[in-house]
């Protein structure tokens, strides 16, 4: 623990940011992969949390930051769950893609749709390509099944 920097003053900041019992193991995991108390607080101030441990430092590995959080606050979503930032975070849902099937229609799009059109190669131009001339576009399970099928390029 010493090594990495877990101190009684770090374990403090952890503790008043609602991480009251982390394990030794934890304590270490959380100082190679930056879980500070600043992360919480501002993971707290951004209406999210607790979370578990394990939570927190996938959260870290894949850069589910307070900015990527904010980011998708201001495209309407709120409260994604932790396992749902960092599987979005993997596969590359961005708040730009996301802004991009807003712009086409496809709003409130759950976090594993998202997630599930990323893994499957469904991009703004795909959907804008199939759903030109139609009055009512794919929904999005029609859209990944299309691409899995190799439907439409």
Partial sequence: ????????????????EGQASVSASDLVAFR??????EFLRSLREAGYGPFGAD??????????TPEFIGRLKSLGYD??????LVAMRIHGVSAEFIAQL?????RHVA?????AMRIHGVTADYVRRLNAGRSEPFSVDDLVSMKIHGIGG
């Fill in 1 to 16: 623990m010493r090594i990495h920097g877990a101190t009684p003053e770090y374990i403090r900041g952890l503790k008043a």
């Fill in 32 to 37: 190679i992969h930056g879980v500070s108390p």
């Fill in 55 to 64: 939570e927190l430092v996938a959260m870290r590995i894949h850069g589910a």
């Fill in 79 to 84: 409260h994604v769950g932790g396992d749902d």
């Fill in 102 to 106: 807003q712009k086409l229609g496809y």
């Fill in 111 to 115: 976090p594993e749709d998202l997630v």
